[in-house]
């Protein structure tokens, strides 16, 4: 190729101690290692205390237990084979059940609170999103257990349902699988509200004025506007409400009875009270495998949409 | 008037922008349950009478109660540690790994990424059985400083998910810049990106302090008998028969959490940068 | 043929900035081509091109953000290809402004001084003198962030070069401000270049700045270098069709040449004089500056063509004519509206006018 140097006729003479030609090591300019000096104590860290430990409930839940209770690895499948035992089958279902029920009612709750709040609360908006959100940061027990108190058979609100004939003196919401969703409900419905808050600010106002003028009344305008606007953070709110929704254990304690006891309460008896570790292993197993495919459900699907939005 | 009304304008056609009145009911609604089960507890908390549903006066005898509770005051006082030293342990790890999981590109960086995500999908008795199964495996005697390892575990996470997208948004010149200028590149992070990321780092410590403070799933699963954090603590004291010197510890728990929410959502106002809720949304 | 440079009148001066056969390769693809460039102490040395022609590459490479995959780079003779950053003795004024936020604007200026290790008296001296010479009086004290852009471009100004670099790069400096502003600072730059006697290579896509800054510019295109020389060089006597297209508006016409004449298809014939190492009929592109075209007062000797004006654009100074010479092959003429020139002299559409040029600005660009 032509040198286009000051000096056209020569070329600069190659320079001195400049060695090979050919693909020289990385120079140290890179510095690129330091990166990985930064990431690696954090990702040992999380391998170790994090990862291996899972892949120990995965092992253990082949083990047995010997006399003292104390846990022993095996190869043994009776652990998982428990798991279809009715009596373990119930309590599984059920919780899948509670927990659907949960993200749905949030999502029933969060629609219009955080329609209210994105777009119609003005200069009020950030104050009222941190009024819900600071609560849900206070102690989890003790607010269940204020819920709890609230929603109890004399609690102000049977009183006030009573009052207005809405109730009658067997109506009961704690002990029941009522009480348990409500806890649910009141223990993670903010993981709704967040994403769909910012799914609704980031959407368009115009959307909903063109929607007005389109489908004319609000409710066909909420339908045919807004809620496909904001599928995707109502997705992500349903998966973020699922999951811990599904492995909780305090509400069906505080606010349910011994007919309404979720995977998460087997899983502690076995640790805490049972000392069957490896069935409390496959267990915890199963619930994982549960969240997995709702979370692998999720991805596969917002890859779908994204895809669809980029076509 | 009401206040959050938009500025008037002249009539639209078919009242566009009309209030959503069934929307603002189920929000008031919302509200009131939202924060009526706290202020039962923060009521009955100053209640004279040991009853927890009739309030009969005013009276700090429930304080009172719990500052002559030694065992009490063990747990707070575990508790104060363990989330100091998480706090600590979890930020310096994080933020490390934040730094290095967004410029290393290579496998490690894409590995650590995916396992990073991990314990925020995971429920927390999920974490809590892995944890309990692998201090027992390791032959570690439960106590406090288990608790403080299932909670920097726990934690690294959110402080990582909280930096990350500060140092993606940092314009890469500038650390150049300090390299160009004659810093090495630790002194190019210490002088320069270190101070840049402060407001989102102070804010995730006392994020963290917070969570760590109020979690009580991991800790149920990692601590030992005596003492056991204050969570610990409320949840037995709530399961087998309630004294009315719970409702005293909550409200000084919740008092305490809201306050330190406050600061992590105003920390980065103090810096003169947006407001902090971005730090509970995620991104 | 090439004019006598700075550097080409002496030969024996250590170039500041050497580039020798540097090759940057991204994922396989060439950023930067077996690049060769001698920058000389004290010149103002532009490198210009169209984004993604390896220019800001090649000047990360310079400052040690980029590794050259071939080749080596060195500075004042020595070579630094394998050094990071902090151990050159270069500075750079970065697109961005790359300022410290939490910084003042004096730390900003001090934080080179102070990595070096320079007695704190002398920092004070020197960065009060830096804050003059910028202009920035008054500022010192200020966050970055309360600056307006020009103020800002001036803190990175005086951030690189109170170290007395060897050489200050500078990347699109200019790019953020407005045109108003941008045309302030490329007389100040230059004035501040002359004063320091620094080796300024900078890099830009407006070729207007690098003719009007630079005392020489690199043309680049697809990760080479397509003609290096003064801004009258590049300008005048584009050696490629490329340079001719991107320096300015140029009318490019093909055709073959023949006979010391470019034969346009389907048209006249250009006479162009000799070109030694254009092959007898090989296609080539005949590149003539509409500036260049007469369209009345020949000299004699001149060849002259004719054609049809086709389009009339006034634009103040200047009239544009649009004049086709054979069907679709339309050429662009400039003529100046000066006292001289009236009105009822120009011509309209449909009219037939006899076009003439000096053989020397036909340039003839083979394929």
Same mark, same amino acid.
């Given at each position: 190729m032509a040198?286009?140097?000051?000096?056209?006729?020569?070329?600069?003479?190659?320079?001195?101690?400049?060695?090979?030609?050919?693909?020289?090591?990385?120079?140290?300019?890179?510095?690129?290692?330091?990166?990985?000096?930064?990431?690696l104590p954090g990702t040992v860290w999380m391998s170790v205390f994090f990862i291996a430990s899972l892949l120990l409930v995965a092992a253990i839940s082949f083990g047995t237990t010997d006399q003292l209770g104390d846990p022993r690895f095996g190869t043994d499948l009776g652990n998982l084979k428990a798991l279809a035992d009715p009596a373990y089958r119930d309590v599984m279902v059920r919780s899948l059940g509670y927990a659907l029920l949960t993200s749905v009612i949030c999502l029933l709750i969060a629609y219009p609170v955080a329609y209210a709040v994105a777009l119609h609360a003005g200069r009020f908006k950030n104050a009222l999103i941190a009024a819900i959100v600071v609560p849900f940061f206070a102690n989890y027990l003790v607010r269940m257990y204020g819920w709890s108190v609230l929603l109890s058979d004399d609690g102000p609100v049977l009183q006030l349902l009573r009052a207005v004939g809405l109730a009658d003196d067997h109506t009961k919401i704690?002990?029941?699988?009522?009480?348990?969703?409500?806890?649910?409900?009141?223990?993670?419905?903010v993981f709704m509200i967040i994403p769909l808050y910012a799914a609704m600010e980031r959407m368009d106002t115009a959307l909903i004025e063109a929607g007005r003028d389109l489908y004319g009344g609000p409710l066909r305008t909420f339908l045919f506007v807004t809620v496909p606007a904001t599928r995707q953070g109502a997705a992500a709110g349903m998966v973020?409400?699922?999951?811990?929704?599904?492995?909780?254990?305090?509400?069906?304690?505080?606010?349910?009875?011994?007919?309404?006891?979720?995977?998460?309460?087997?899983?502690?008896?076995?640790?805490?009270?049972?000392?069957?570790?490896?069935?409390?292993?496959?267990?915890?197993?199963?619930?994982?495998?549960?969240?997995?495919?709702?979370?692998?459900?999720?991805?596969?699907?917002?890859?779908?949409?994204?895809?669809?939005?980029?076509? | 008037?009401?206040?959050?009304?938009?500025?008037?304008?002249?009539?639209?056609?078919?009242?566009?922008r009309r209030r959503p009145v069934f929307a603002i009911a189920v929000t008031v609604v919302f509200f009131v349950l939202l924060y009526l089960p706290i202020a039962m507890v923060v009521l009955f908390s100053f209640n004279a009478q040991k009853s927890l549903t009739i309030f009969k006066g005013f009276s700090?005898?429930?304080?009172?109660?719990?500052?002559?509770?030694?065992?009490?005051?063990?747990?707070?006082?575990?508790?104060?540690?363990?989330?100091?030293?998480?706090?600590?342990?979890?930020?310096?790890?994080?933020?490390?790994?934040?730094?290095?999981?967004?410029?290393?590109?290579?496998?490690?960086?894409?590995?650590?990424?995916?396992?990073?995500?991990?314990?925020?999908?995971?429920?927390?008795?999920?974490?809590g059985v892995a944890s309990l199964l692998l201090f027992k495996g390791l032959g570690v005697t439960l106590n406090s400083g288990t608790v403080m390892i299932a909670e920097i575990t726990f934690s690294i996470s959110y402080?990582?998910?909280?930096?990350?997208?500060?140092?993606?948004?940092?314009?890469?010149?500038?650390?150049?810049?300090?390299?160009?200028?004659?810093?090495?590149?630790?002194?190019?992070?210490?002088?320069?990106?270190?101070?840049?990321?402060?407001?989102?780092?102070?804010?995730?410590?006392?994020?963290?302090?917070?969570?760590?403070?109020?979690?009580?799933?991991?800790?149920?699963?990692?601590?030992?008998?005596?003492?056991?954090?204050?969570?610990?603590?409320?949840?037995?004291?709530?399961?087998?028969?309630?004294?009315?010197?719970?409702?005293a510890v909550g409200t000084l728990m919740l008092a305490g959490s809201i306050t330190l929410i406050g600061l992590a959502l105003a920390i980065p106002r103090l810096f003169g940068r947006r407001g902090g809720l971005d730090l509970i949304s995620g991104e | 043929?090439?004019?006598?440079?700075?550097?080409?009148?002496?030969?024996?001066?250590?170039?500041?900035?050497?580039?020798?056969?540097?090759?940057?390769?991204?994922?396989?693809?060439?950023?930067?081509?077996?690049?060769?460039?001698?920058?000389?102490?004290?010149?103002?040395?532009?490198?210009?091109?169209?984004?993604?022609?390896?220019?800001?590459?090649?000047l990360r490479m310079i400052g040690g953000f980029a590794d050259p995959?071939?080749? =080596? /780079? %060195? $500075?004042?003779? &020595?070579?630094?290809?394998? #050094?990071?950053?902090?151990? +050159?003795?270069?500075?750079? !004024?970065?697109?961005?402004?790359?300022?410290?936020?939490?910084?003042?604007?004096?730390?900003?200026?001090?934080?080179?001084?102070?990595?070096?290790?320079?007695?704190?008296?002398?920092?004070?001296?020197?960065?009060?003198?830096?804050?003059?010479?910028?202009?920035?009086?008054?500022?010192?004290?200020?966050?970055?962030?309360?600056?307006?852009?020009?103020?800002?471009?001036?803190?990175?100004?005086?951030?690189?070069?109170?170290?007395?670099? =060897? /050489? %200050? $790069?500078?990347? &699109?400096?200019?790019?953020? #401000?407005?045109?108003?502003? +941008?045309?302030?600072?490329? !007389?100040?730059?230059?004035?501040?270049?002359?004063?320091?006697?620094?080796?300024?290579?900078?890099?830009?896509?407006?070729?207007?700045?690098a003719l009007t800054m630079s005392d020489r510019v690199a043309v680049m295109n697809g990760g080479r270098v397509e003609q290096c020389g003064t801004p009258e060089d590049v300008y005048e006597r584009p050696e490629s069709r490329f340079v001719a297209a991107f320096m300015g508006t140029s009318n490019l016409v093909g055709g073959v040449f023949r006979d010391g004449a470019v034969h346009l298809d389907g048209g006249p014939a250009l006479p162009v004089g000799p070109r030694p190492g254009i092959a007898e009929g090989s296609a080539v592109d005949v590149s003539i500056r509409p500036e260049k075209i007469w369209l009345s007062d020949f000299e004699p000797g001149m060849p002259v063509v004719n054609g049809v004006i086709r389009e009339t654009v006034y634009s103040g100074p200047t009239t544009t004519y649009l004049i086709e010479l054979a069907p679709g092959v339309t050429v662009a003429a400039l003529e100046q509206n000066t006292a001289r020139a009236r009105m009822e002299d120009r011509w309209a559409g449909g009219e037939t006018v006899e076009l003439a040029y000096d053989p020397e600005h036909a340039l003839v660009l083979s394929h």
């Open positions: 040198l286009r140097t000051p000096v056209r006729t020569e070329r600069p003479a190659p320079a001195k101690n400049v060695g090979g030609r050919g693909r020289r090591p990385r120079p140290s300019a890179a510095g690129a290692r330091i990166w990985t000096w930064l990431t704690l002990n029941t699988g009522f009480g348990v969703i409500a806890g649910l409900v009141y223990g993670f419905v973020l409400v699922f999951l811990p929704a599904m492995g909780d254990f305090v509400s069906a304690q505080f606010m349910g009875g011994p007919n309404q006891i979720m995977i998460g309460n087997l899983i502690q008896d076995k640790f805490f009270e049972g000392q069957d570790w490896p069935l409390g292993s496959a267990l915890t197993m199963a619930l994982m495998a549960v969240l997995l495919l709702a979370m692998f459900g999720y991805l596969r699907r917002t890859r779908k949409d994204e895809a669809e939005a980029t076509r | 008037m009401n206040p959050t009304a938009p500025p008037p304008r002249p009539r639209r056609r078919r009242g566009q700090l005898r429930w304080y009172e109660a719990f500052f002559h509770d030694s065992v009490l005051l063990g747990s707070l006082g575990m508790s104060l540690e363990v989330s100091l030293v998480a706090m600590l342990g979890s930020v310096v790890l994080g933020v490390a790994l934040a730094l290095g999981l967004v410029r290393n590109k290579g496998r490690l960086g894409a590995y650590a990424g995916l396992i990073m995500m991990v314990p925020l999908i995971t429920p927390e008795i999920v974490t402080v990582t998910v909280i930096l990350r997208s500060r140092v993606a948004a940092l314009n890469p010149e500038v650390e150049e810049a300090a390299m160009d200028l004659g810093a090495t590149r630790w002194q190019a992070l210490r002088l320069v990106t270190l101070p840049a990321l402060l407001p989102a780092i102070l804010a995730s410590a006392v994020l963290i302090f917070a969570l760590v403070f109020d979690d009580f799933v991991l800790a149920y699963f990692t601590t030992g008998v005596d003492p056991q954090p204050l969570a610990v603590r409320i949840y037995s004291a709530i399961r087998f028969g309630v004294e009315p010197t719970i409702n | 043929m090439t004019p006598t440079t700075a550097p080409s009148a002496a030969p024996e001066a250590v170039p500041a900035v050497r580039l020798d056969h540097v090759g940057k390769e991204f994922n396989g693809s060439h950023a930067v081509h077996d690049l060769c460039l001698d920058i000389a102490p004290g010149e103002f040395f532009s490198l210009l091109g169209p984004s993604g022609c390896g220019k800001t590459t090649t995959t071939e080749g =080596a /780079v %060195l $500075l004042s003779g &020595e070579d630094v290809t394998s #050094l990071p950053p902090n151990k +050159r003795n270069v500075n750079t !004024v970065f697109q961005s402004y790359a300022l410290f936020d939490h910084l003042s604007v004096a730390d900003n200026i001090a934080f080179g001084l102070k990595r070096k290790g320079v007695p704190k008296a002398e920092i004070r001296e020197r960065v009060g003198a830096m804050v003059d010479l910028v202009q920035l009086g008054g500022m010192a004290e200020r966050k970055p962030r309360t600056l307006s852009g020009g103020q800002r471009q001036r803190v990175a100004l005086a951030r690189a070069l109170v170290n007395r670099p =060897a /050489v %200050l $790069l500078l990347d &699109e400096p200019l790019a953020a #401000l407005d045109l108003k502003l +941008r045309r302030q600072m490329q !007389v100040e730059l230059k004035q501040i270049q002359r004063e320091v006697g620094i080796t300024f290579v900078f890099v830009t896509h407006d070729q207007d700045e």
